[in-house]
Nanobody
Framework: QVQLVESGGGSVQAGGSLRLSCAASTATMTTYYMYMGWFRQAPGKEREGVAVIYTGGGSTYYADSVKGRFIISQDNAKNTLYLQMNSLKPEDTGMYFC????????????????????WGQGTQVAVSS
């Protein structure tokens, strides 16, 4: 069982930055190869994949809407996943969730939330214009 705990959300003005953290309960990232990532859901909208990293080799995957602005990374020593969010826009507002899966995913499924079976409780991000 993998437990994930997010932190780092908050309110920021457009153009600002935030860094989200996701602490895993066990030495997950160094023991197992898995996909770990960030998903978000805005009120009235469907959940969307934002950024994912494959812990086995560090390959990263991003939604087109955040490419060039967000950076996903992992710290194996701290067993923590990060999402550095820069140049934030009001449309980045939403609840951000950390998720993980041991499944082997094809390219078209890496950002699909329903492929992930371990989820954190979420952290709120609000970007004002």
């Amino acid at each position: 069982q993998v437990q994930l705990v997010e932190s780092g959300g908050g309110s920021v003005q457009a153009g600002g930055s935030l860094r989200l953290s996701c602490a895993a309960s066990t030495a997950t990232m160094t023991t197992y190869y898995m996909y770990m990532g960030w998903f978000r859901q805005a009120p009235g909208k469907e959940r969307e994949g934002v950024a994912v990293i494959y812990t086995g080799g560090g390959s990263t995957y991003y939604a087109d809407s955040v490419k060039g602005r967000f950076i996903i990374s992992q710290d194996n020593a701290k067993n923590t996943l990060y999402l550095q969010m820069n140049s934030l826009k009001p449309e980045d507002t939403g609840m951000y969730f950390c998720a993980a899966t041991f499944r082997r995913l094809g390219m078209g499924r890496i950002l699909a939330g329903n492929e992930y079976n371990y989820w954190g409780q979420g952290t709120q991000v609000a970007v004002s214009s």
